[in-house]
């Protein structure tokens, strides 16, 4: 009998925002600041520091993503390797090992993560969520 009540029961879902922000703590952002730990010796001092970095991360995504499409557009998305120098430029200033990093770092969170059932939860939220969004925009 419980195996039939475990079926009628339903898993109660995250809303999507709560899923983005847990998938986002739990995998994003551990992988990211130990990425700037291990390749660069970065680490953020203060929440606000580490705020900051999620910024710019978000700039250089979103300049990374315009670089794309006007590369495909028969432009010169060369910005986003000008950034690139820039910081690579400040952070040899700084001291900091520039060196190309290995993505090691970022396998190894894929197995960590791999098995997280409050991960995989949110994940399936997401999915859920945006399920529902396509079945409503038909």
């Known amino acids: 009998m419980s195996g039939q009540q475990t079926n009628q029961q339903q898993v109660q879902l995250l809303d999507p925002d709560s899923a983005y922000a847990l998938v986002h ?24 520091e580490a705020m900051e970095m999620m910024n710019m991360a978000a700039q250089l995504r979103e300049a990374h993503e315009q670089g794309q499409t006007k590369a495909a557009s028969g432009g010169h998305g060369t910005m986003l390797g000008a950034a690139r120098e820039h910081l690579n430029n400040a952070l040899a200033n700084e001291g900091y090992d520039v060196s190309q990093p290995t993505d090691g770092l970022v396998e190894k969170a894929a197995a960590d993560v791999a098995n997280d059932p409050e991960i995989a939860h949110a994940v399936l939220s997401l999915q859920a969520g945006a399920a529902h969004a396509m079945a409503a925009q038909a």
């Not at 703590?25 to 660069?40: E, G, I, R």
């Open 25 to 48: 703590h739990k995998v994003y952002s551990p992988v990211f600041f130990s990425k700037l730990a291990s390749d660069f010796g970065i680490q953020p001092q203060s929440e606000a």
